[in-house]
């Protein structure tokens, strides 16, 4: 059974750790997370998954800055070993619901444009592909650019 919670300062030495293993090609350092972190209930949520064990197996982040305006996905992740068991997407109704509680009228997200099952999910919740961005993970390493509206 997969348990799901707000992510707290404590946590943060995990999700650094699984952050390498998740985005070996442009992981965030202890200090972004950190950074990100301040921002915590007022304009940012981070939300964690834990196995039966209580381990941390996945988490996930989103920015609203403002009503109005559209809610940042900052990192989605899940560990190889427990993907395709609906954890993806029940980290974005979350965070989707968050940002509509900001007021948020869309979200934007980045993913690689090589993540074929992170595209289709996305796809499947609605998000539609407005862009494409040049060396975003470093070079030669392209994301896509995707958008829902939520208001």
């Given at each position: ?40 209930p007022r ?24 009503p109005g ?23 974005m109704?979350?965070?989707?619901n ?26 499947s919740?609605?998000?539609?592909t407005?862009?494409?961005r ?18």
């Amino acid at each position: 059974m997969i348990i799901y919670r707000d992510a707290t300062a404590l946590d943060l030495p995990v999700l650094t750790s699984m952050e390498k293993q998740l985005f070996a090609d442009a992981p965030w350092s202890i200090g972004q997370f950190k950074e990100e972190f301040k921002g915590v209930p007022r304009t940012h949520f981070f939300i964690v998954a834990l196995n039966s064990d209580n381990e941390i197996i996945g988490y996930a982040a989103v920015m609203a800055p403002a009503p109005g305006v559209e809610a940042d996905v900052l990192t989605v992740g899940v560990l190889p070993e427990h993907r395709k068991a609906g954890i993806g997407e029940a980290f974005m109704e979350r965070l989707e619901n968050w940002a509509i509680a900001k007021e948020s009228n869309a979200m934007m997200l980045e993913v690689g444009v090589d993540n074929a099952a992170a595209i289709a999910l996305y796809q499947s919740l609605g998000y539609s592909t407005v862009s494409t961005r040049k060396d975003y993970y470093g070079a030669g390493l392209d994301a896509l650019v995707m958008r829902k509206e939520i208001s």
